[in-house]
């Protein structure tokens, strides 16, 4: 348990603070054709058409009925090409909601086999590193705070400098809770509202025009995106093993039924215990106490607070 709670100290602090690097599951989809910018300006909910070359942005992938497809990040390769990348697992939904409409749009849809290098941590530099091998992108990033760079390409692994400190999955969940970052199948479905998940203002464009499932975006918007849960982290008393977290639900006092539940989980070396997302009743204002069912060893103590937590 102590090597193992070093390991990730190690590969943590590489992520917040050194020169960190994580393999990042991605589906990768590319868009291209004669009609290629027109028709994802129709079908996404970011300005598509205003990205220059190598250019990227968060965009909401909705149904007609506004309920959530996909989060993905969108980055112009040309005048008529585009590269769609998402969580690893729901690129087939991604090709499927848009060949939906395509209908005679002269727009090509294509599965790339590429990958995702995350490099994070205050020791990178905005020259670090160079070009990709094979083609591929250098894309800026910024959640809350955490900043970084994603190698996405046909070959990403091999443009990481060889003195970079590859990170596990345990130290990169940490830091992905700690900075509020939803995923999809995790934080993020079909039930999900954008606005919830504090999707808005880094994935939606109000000034671009019309798109597929833009109304119930708008309509929210227009009341003050007033939703009835947020995206909140949850910090857990000491001791309390992280994996029990996931799936716990939470319960405030003096309120009857459930106000979360965790839906990701993590020990956060920079607080010392397990931590997890939760989207949470608005009913409930952080800082505040809550209990974490945790199965049958009965409720553990816990604190729900805004993001970020670091």
């Known amino acids: 348990m102590g090597e193992a709670r070093a390991d990730l100290a190690a590969d943590y602090q590489a992520l917040r603070h050194g020169r960190g690097a994580h393999l990042v599951p991605r589906d990768v989809v590319a868009v291209s054709g004669p009609d290629a910018p027109a028709y994802l300006q129709g079908q996404c909910s970011q300005d598509v058409v205003a990205l220059a070359p190598d250019q990227a942005a968060d965009a909401l992938l909705l149904a007609p009925d506004g309920k959530l497809v996909a989060l993905v990040r969108v980055t112009r390769v040309g005048p008529e090409e585009f590269v769609l990348d998402t969580d ?3 690129g087939e ?3 499927a909601r848009l060949a939906r409409f395509k209908l005679r ?3 090509e849809l294509a599965r790339l086999d590429w990958s995702c290098v995350a490099l994070r941590g205050q020791g990178w530099t905005d020259d670090d590193p160079g070009p990709l091998p094979g083609g591929g992108h250098r894309l800026a990033v910024d959640w809350a705070g955490w900043r970084g760079v994603d190698l996405l390409g046909p070959d990403a692994e091999r443009a990481v400098p060889p003195d970079a400190h590859w990170s596990g999955t345990e130290a990169w969940t940490a ?3 700690e900075s509020g970052v939803p995923v999809m199948g995790a934080e993020l479905d079909e039930k999900t509202i954008a606005a919830e998940a504090g999707l808005v203002e880094r994935s939606v464009s109000f000034t671009k025009g019309c798109y597929t499932g833009q109304e119930l975006v708008a309509r929210l918007d227009a009341r003050g995106n007033k939703v009835a849960r947020h995206l909140r ?3 857990a008393g000491p001791g309390v093993p992280a994996p029990s977290l996931l799936g716990a639900t939470l ?3 003096g309120i009857e039924r459930p106000v979360g539940l965790c839906t990701s989980a993590a020990f956060s070396p920079a607080l010392g215990t397990a931590v997890g997302l939760a989207f949470v009743h608005r009913s409930v204002s952080p800082p505040a106490a809550v209990e974490l069912e945790v199965g049958a ?3 553990v103590p816990a604190e729900v607070r805004t993001l970020p937590l670091v």
């Open 251 to 253: 319960r405030a006092p």
């Open 105 to 107: 749009s002269k727009v």
């Open 297 to 299: 060893s009965g409720p």
């Open 233 to 235: 982290a949850v910090v």
């Open 93 to 95: 939904a991604v090709v």
């Open 88 to 90: 690893a697992g729901f």
């Open 175 to 177: 830091c992905r809770i």
